[in-house]
């Protein structure tokens, strides 16, 4: 993972950039501020003004080390180039992604350190996280829709830091995966987000900067996947 620009600057939406390698339907940009995605998370998508007019972005693939940003229509670009993220996509991913922060950690409290087994957030405003809880009562699971939503309305700051990757390694819950940690930055460090006085713990991902930001959550299912895991779906309302 790199330190991506979106995390340096999440407030850059728009910036000027220029190609450095074209295929048709798709570019890879000399810097770029769209979140690629991973994890479990959507990538960012946006537009893309150039000398014939302007293409969405709908998506990026990340290949041998390059971001590769895939367009809606097979044009094979050049020279310089304006891109604007997708403000209502970006806000709804981050809120999404910080709800199943909160979410893991009511779980983890809860549930005895229940380790995540897999984890979708999407564009569309929908999400669900997997968990190891081949015990758990799928009610208890719903209830946590109340203090889910106390969480957003306590408006807590939520930050991000760097931390070794040995220290992320050593440091109980800071790695929440049951099989799959953050790859570590260039630099080997690994990438913290903190909820404050609630949750710490390894993510890549696009985040809110307060509790407050996000509308509030419902979980609208919990299933049982397989003999062990609990799968939570969770929608912004």
């Known amino acids: 993972m790199s330190h991506y620009l979106c995390h340096e600057h999440p407030d850059l939406l728009e910036f000027e950039t220029f190609v450095i390698d074209a295929r048709p339907g798709a570019v890879v940009l000399a810097r770029s501020a769209l979140h690629p995605g991973g994890g479990g998370q959507v990538s960012d998508v946006g537009t893309l003004s150039h000398a014939g007019g302007i293409a969405r972005i709908t998506g990026i693939s990340v290949e041998a080390g390059?971001?590769?940003?895939?367009l809606d229509a097979a044009l094979e670009l050049d020279g310089e180039v304006q891109v604007a993220i997708d403000r209502d996509w970006r806000s709804t991913v981050s809120q999404l992604h910080t709800g199943t922060h909160i979410l893991n950690a009511l779980v983890y409290q809860?549930?005895?350190?229940?380790?995540?087994?897999?984890?979708?957030?999407?564009?569309?405003?929908?999400?669900?996280?997997?968990?190891?809880?081949?015990?758990?009562?799928?009610?208890?699971?719903?209830?946590?829709?109340?203090?889910?939503?106390?969480?957003?309305?306590?408006?807590?700051?939520?930050?991000?830091?760097?931390?070794?990757?040995?220290?992320?390694?050593?440091?109980?819950?800071?790695?929440?995966?049951?099989?799959?940690?953050?790859?570590?930055?260039?630099?080997?460090?690994?990438?913290?987000?903190?909820?404050?006085?609630?949750?710490?713990?390894?993510?890549?991902?696009?985040?809110?900067?307060?509790?407050?930001?996000?509308?509030p959550l419902r979980i609208t299912k919990v299933e049982n996947k397989g003999r062990r895991n609990r799968r939570v779906r969770i929608e912004l309302v």
């Open 110 to 215: 809860r549930f005895a350190g229940a380790l995540v087994t897999g984890v979708q957030i999407n564009g569309d405003g929908l999400a669900r996280m997997d968990f190891d809880l081949p015990d758990a009562d799928n009610d208890a699971l719903r209830a946590l829709e109340a203090p889910l939503n106390d969480v957003i309305h306590q408006a807590l700051d939520v930050r991000a830091y760097y931390v070794s990757s040995a220290q992320a390694k050593a440091e109980p819950g800071l790695i929440r995966s049951l099989s799959v940690a953050p790859p570590p930055t260039s630099d080997g460090t690994v990438r913290i987000v903190d909820i404050d006085g609630l949750d710490r713990q390894a993510c890549g991902g696009s985040h809110l900067s307060n509790t407050a930001q996000s509308r």
């Open 66 to 70: 390059r971001h590769w940003h895939l």
